[in-house]
């Protein structure tokens, strides 16, 4: 199966909601419970939390040196400190708190350290009136201090500051639990859906300019293949089943990436879809490969084919799961089960087994004609669908743009779809993979689409 690394220089947090949002839920569990166990992450090694401590307490003692020097590096360094607890707190007053205008503006001053602590004890009497009560102790402890400290002024100021910011994580915790933990599953699935939309469109920006992320989706779109005239929409989704129809692997590379581009990259709107697109790829192929093998063992319908083939699956399913599955090894476990259904209609001699054997390995190969054949009638078939569905408001305009909201269409899904038939791929299990995948290459279909067109 086919493998691609994801770019991990971007927050992988994003890559876990959206992964979260657009994948089957688990049976039996909210998603609240998911969400819960998503937030837990690996604790950092000892090396790691030492040389943290270090970098840190090397930053607050070049503060706290810099509060000591002349008046300019001391107004510096005040206009620093006073800028980073600004963007801590920000999200947690009302706009027009007069406390955020004293943040920004130092006013002029005999005494700027003193007139510094002032604006400290205003920031934590402000933020007490927005604490959770439980909160308080910790912030009427830090007012204290500010008060009464033995420290020098200096040392006074970059302590408070420090643990403003840290109060500042601990409240914004609060507020997103408490948030959270009063909404239903789908008020949470709406919330943070417009969350990632807005943080993956976010990032994307960071990395690219708005201009070239038009430059290569109109490139990108430019690409396909068949030459009929198509709507933006279903001209885009073609494309997309292009990319996923090749043997080479889908990627997203970043600009300052070492791989190669023009490959089989898609645009960078697909860029947190693309571990699940490149899974779905794996199960394209599964499917093709699947009805292949069925050519080869000559089973009337019936329970000892529908055997067959959900064996089959299980070895592809996980071959497509094992990141570092053994190739050889799934090719003779396919080859025996091809055997294995050969003899439950015939006998199979030791030159048979052998012609057996070639054959599945011949029908793995990308380049057989029926490998082709089967291949190019599902992704055709899937394309016909994927085009037509009719989801409201699903309508992309002949140019690409970004905004900040999620649009009408929040939170509408297409309804249950009727197993998709296509010839030669009529075996139960087949079918019902067939629309799972279908399903699920629509979800991150209709992500892009919000994320970049209903705005």
């Given at each position: 199966?086919?493998?691609?690394?994801?770019?991990?220089?971007?927050?992988?947090?994003?890559?876990?909601?959206?992964?979260?949002?657009?994948?089957?839920?688990?049976?039996?569990?909210?998603?609240?419970?998911?969400?819960?166990?998503?937030?837990?992450?690996?604790?950092?090694?000892?090396?790691?939390?030492?040389?943290?401590?270090?970098?840190?307490?090397?930053?607050?003692?070049?503060?706290?040196?810099q509060l000591r020097g002349d008046p300019v590096a001391q107004l510096e360094?005040?206009?620093?400190?006073?800028?980073?607890?600004?963007?801590?707190?920000?999200?947690?007053?009302?706009?027009?708190?007069?406390?955020?205008?004293?943040?920004?503006?130092?006013?002029?001053?005999?005494?700027?350290?003193?007139?510094?602590?002032?604006?400290?004890?205003?920031?934590?009497?402000?933020?007490?009136?927005?604490?959770?009560?439980?909160?308080?102790?910790?912030?009427?402890?830090?007012?204290?201090?500010?008060?009464?400290?033995?420290?020098?002024?200096?040392?006074?100021?970059?302590?408070?500051?420090?643990?403003?910011?840290?109060?500042?994580?601990?409240?914004?915790?609060?507020?997103?639990?408490?948030?959270?933990?009063?909404?239903?599953?789908?008020?949470?699935?709406?919330?943070?859906?417009?969350?990632?939309?807005?943080?993956?469109?976010?990032?994307?920006?960071?990395?690219?300019?708005?201009?070239?992320?038009?430059?290569?989706?109109?490139?990108?779109?430019?690409?396909?293949?068949?030459?009929?005239?198509?709507?933006?929409?279903?001209?885009?989704?073609?494309?997309?089943?292009?990319?996923?129809?090749?043997?080479?692997?889908?990627?997203?590379?970043?600009?300052?990436?070492?791989?190669?581009s023009g490959v089989n990259t898609l645009p960078p709107p697909f860029l947190?879809?693309?571990?699940?697109l490149l899974r779905m790829q794996n199960y394209l192929q599964a499917l093709?490969?699947?009805?292949?093998?069925?050519?080869?063992?000559?089973?009337?319908?019936?329970?000892?084919?529908?055997?067959?083939?959900?064996?089959?699956?299980?070895?592809?399913?996980?071959?497509?799961?094992?990141?570092?599955?053994?190739?050889?090894?799934?090719?003779?476990?396919?080859?025996?089960?091809?055997?294995?259904?050969?003899?439950?209609?015939?006998?199979?001699?030791?030159?048979?087994?052998?012609?057996?054997?070639?054959?599945?390995?011949?029908?793995?190969?990308?380049?057989?004609?029926?490998?082709?054949?089967?291949?190019?009638?599902?992704?055709?078939?899937?394309?016909?669908?994927?085009?037509?569905?009719?989801?409201?408001?699903?309508?992309?305009?002949?140019?690409?743009?970004?905004?900040?909201?999620?649009?009408?269409?929040?939170?509408?899904?297409?309804?249950?779809?009727?197993?998709?038939?296509?010839?030669?791929?009529?075996?139960?299990?087949?079918?019902?993979?067939?629309?799972?995948?279908?399903?699920?290459?629509?979800?991150?279909?209709?992500?892009?689409?919000?994320?970049?067109?209903?705005?």
């Amino acid at each position: 199966m086919l493998s691609h690394a994801e770019p991990m220089s971007l927050p992988t947090e994003l890559f876990s909601l959206h992964a979260l949002l657009t994948n089957d839920p688990i049976p039996g569990k909210s998603l609240h419970a998911m969400l819960a166990g998503s937030h837990a992450r690996p604790q950092p090694s000892p090396l790691h939390k030492s040389v943290e401590t270090v970098i840190h307490s090397a930053f607050w003692d070049v503060a706290r040196e810099q509060l000591r020097g002349d008046p300019v590096a001391q107004l510096e360094r005040s206009k620093s400190l006073l800028l980073d607890v600004y963007e801590a707190i920000e999200p947690l007053l009302r706009p027009n708190d007069p406390v955020l205008s004293e943040l920004r503006r130092i006013p002029p001053t005999t005494s700027l350290l003193h007139s510094v602590k002032l604006i400290l004890k205003d920031v934590l009497l402000s933020l007490r009136k927005r604490a959770a009560p439980v909160r308080d102790p910790s912030i009427d402890k830090l007012l204290d201090n500010l008060e009464t400290s033995a420290n020098d002024l200096e040392t006074t100021i970059v302590d408070t500051s420090k643990s403003l910011l840290s109060l500042a994580e601990i409240m914004k915790s609060d507020l997103t639990d408490f948030v959270v933990g009063s909404m239903t599953d789908s008020e949470l699935r709406t919330y943070l859906t417009q969350r990632a939309h807005q943080n993956e469109r976010k990032a994307i920006l960071n990395v690219w300019d708005k201009s070239a992320i038009d430059e290569i989706w109109r490139a990108w779109v430019g690409e396909l293949e068949v030459g009929h005239s198509f709507s933006p929409r279903e001209a885009w989704i073609r494309r997309l089943m292009q990319s996923l129809r090749s043997t080479i692997p889908v990627s997203c590379p970043l600009p300052d990436s070492a791989e190669v581009s023009g490959v089989n990259t898609l645009p960078p709107p697909f860029l947190f879809s693309q571990p699940q697109l490149l899974r779905m790829q794996n199960y394209l192929q599964a499917l093709v490969v699947a009805t292949s093998l069925r050519s080869l063992v000559h089973i009337p319908s019936g329970n000892d084919a529908g055997a067959f083939i959900a064996r089959v699956w299980v070895l592809l399913e996980a071959e497509i799961d094992e990141k570092d599955s053994v190739g050889t090894t799934k090719l003779i476990n396919l080859a025996d089960e091809v055997i294995r259904a050969r003899r439950l209609v015939s006998a199979v001699d030791e030159a048979e087994e052998s012609r057996l054997r070639e054959a599945v390995d011949r029908t793995l190969r990308y380049s057989d004609p029926v490998f082709k054949l089967l291949q190019k009638r599902l992704l055709d078939a899937l394309a016909q669908e994927l085009c037509h569905d009719t989801i409201t408001s699903l309508s992309a305009p002949s140019r690409m743009q970004t905004g900040r909201s999620l649009g009408a269409s929040e939170g509408s899904l297409p309804l249950q779809q009727p197993p998709l038939f296509v010839k030669g791929f009529e075996d139960p299990v087949i079918a019902n993979a067939i629309r799972k995948t279908s399903d699920r290459i629509r979800r991150d279909i209709d992500w892009v689409q919000e994320m970049w067109f209903n705005v």
